[in-house]
């Protein structure tokens, strides 16, 4: 039997940054250094491999918050490739924070993986005085082989997420990253992963990387959002741009100014698909009978994006 493997693909972000002064956490550019220098800047790195060996690939270089559908596509299609590869054993994915959480549930959703795809991410660029980078690169190597770890996860600041749950809820801390009510599915201590509860995720259809596949670009979902004083205008522009999917962030349990959910009713007679979410950052919008407008299942208003996306890409 071939060696085992890990396969590093590299995507940007700020673990890649580089700033002019070794104190400026935030005056820095993102996506700088390639996958083979990040790796080179991780020491103990052999002890946790142990045998495995490494390989290494640079999908993109981007800021994530400039994340694309190219770039998703790519990233999506080269997991695919490694992922069916026997001797790979698992995936990192070195990736910006900015939309590490929509492209979590975007891999989870198109690949469903059976093996760990870990995404790895940084609050402070490379060149800072203590980067954060190399410690939690090097706890998702342990996570990506951990026993029983699979399915899309991410790691920050020694948590373990999964892709349903994850959020970047901090703009500077280094444990930027929460999983709401749900908590962490697990913690990494010192190279060891110790699993708070089964990281099992289920979600996913790999019938959506087929319809990926020769897509030439994603459909046009836009989010709007409730808020004193929300009109209808937006929506109506948007309708009349040529949107094919609207996800509104509700007030509380999704609830809607009457002129913007008369706009969004409207929007959705027209054959617009229309999703209600929260813009609570806990609990989940709950349906009552005779609602009009259908509710996105406990997701994000990004996340039920993506999920909108994905079905409008493969109905
Ligand atoms: N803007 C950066 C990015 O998302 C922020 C980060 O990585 O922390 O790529």
Known sequence: MKQQKIVVLGTGGTIAGKSAQAGDNIG???????????????????AVLQDCELEAEQVAQVDSKDMDFGVWQRLALRCEHWLAQPEVRGLVITHGTDTLEETAYFLQAVLAPDKPVVLACAMRPATALLADGPQNLLDAFAVALAPSAHGVLAVCAGQVHGALDVRKSHTYRLDAFDSG????????????VR??????????????????RGAPAWPRVEIVMNYAGAGGAAVDALVQG???????????NGSLHHELEAALQRAQAGGVRVLRTTRCAYGRVLPKPGDALAVAQGL???KARVAMLLSLLAP
């Open 300 to 302: 994000s208003p990004v």
């Open 195 to 212: 699993w708070l509860r089964p990281c099992a995720a289920d979600e996913g259809a790999a019938s959506a990387l087929q319809a990926l």
């Open 242 to 252: 040529g949107v094919q999917g609207l996800v509104v962030a509700g007030t509380g």
């Open 28 to 46: 820095y550019q993102a996506a700088q250094l390639g996958v083979a220098e990040l790796l080179d800047a991780v020491p103990g790195l052999p």
């Open 181 to 192: 009510e749900a908590g962490p599915v697990g913690q990494v201590e010192e190279a060891r």
